[in-house]
């Protein structure tokens, strides 16, 4: 597998991350440099990490991780979403607060949108890919991705504040059923 089908691969898989990015710099009512880098790096670092997970789990162990991965992973954003569309409706009196990095939130969110990219690097062990180029290109891809995911999510956040979290948090719960129907090959 060359250079261009790991970027698109890396391209793939970096769009529900993206996607969770943009949601992220909704809530943000002032944009800080530290806050989108720290975002893009957990996005792209689970994007680099999971494939590598995957890769050296192997064979072995496919069927038990493919059997629960889109459950474990609608669960998830579910959950975010969900939270996210119920804050939503809360007074919008949040103007001047800070914003407040979650890392835990964070971290779940990171989990969640890289999964798939768990069962990709099972995938790389079958068909001997160079993993160490992969996980770099996954990685990069989705960093970039991520951070502008934040930016353009900052921007329409600015403007539209409560209707921009829910449909972020719409968003979340859409992409988890997403994920969920391809688990159970619906769609």
């Known amino acids: 597998m060359g250079f261009v089908e790991l970027l698109l691969i890396g391209i793939g898989l ?12 909704l809530k943000m009512p002032k944009l800080k440099a530290n806050d989108m ?3 893009a ?7 680099a990490i999971m494939p590598l997970i995957g890769y050296f789990l192997g064979q072995r162990f496919e069927k038990y991780i493919t059997s629960i991965d889109h459950w474990i992973a609608f669960a998830l ?8 569309i119920y804050e939503s409706f809360g ?19 990171a989990v969640a949108t890289s999964i798939d990219a ?4 099972i995938t790389f062990a ?11 290109i996954i990685g990069v891809v989705t960093f970039v991705i991520s951070a502008i995911g934040v930016l353009i999510g900052h921007k329409f956040g600015a403007v539209y504040k409560n209707k921009a979290e829910f ?17 159970l090959s619906i769609i």
């Open 126 to 136: 079958f068909l001997k890919v160079d993993i160490i180029l992969a996980i770099v």
């Open 77 to 84: 954003l579910a959950f975010i979403g969900g939270k996210m």
């Open 118 to 121: 768990l069962a990709v690097g």
């Open 14 to 25: 970096a769009m529900d991350a993206f996607a969770v990015s943009v949601c992220k710099g």
């Open 37 to 39: 880098f720290f975002i």
């Open 167 to 183: 449909v972020g948090g719409l968003i979340l719960v859409l992409i988890g059923l997403k994920i969920l129907l391809e688990g």
């Open 41 to 47: 790096l957990f996005f792209g670092g689970f994007q």
């Open 91 to 109: 007074k919008d009196d949040d103007d001047d607060k800070e914003y407040k990095f979650d890392f835990k939130e964070l971290f779940i969110l």
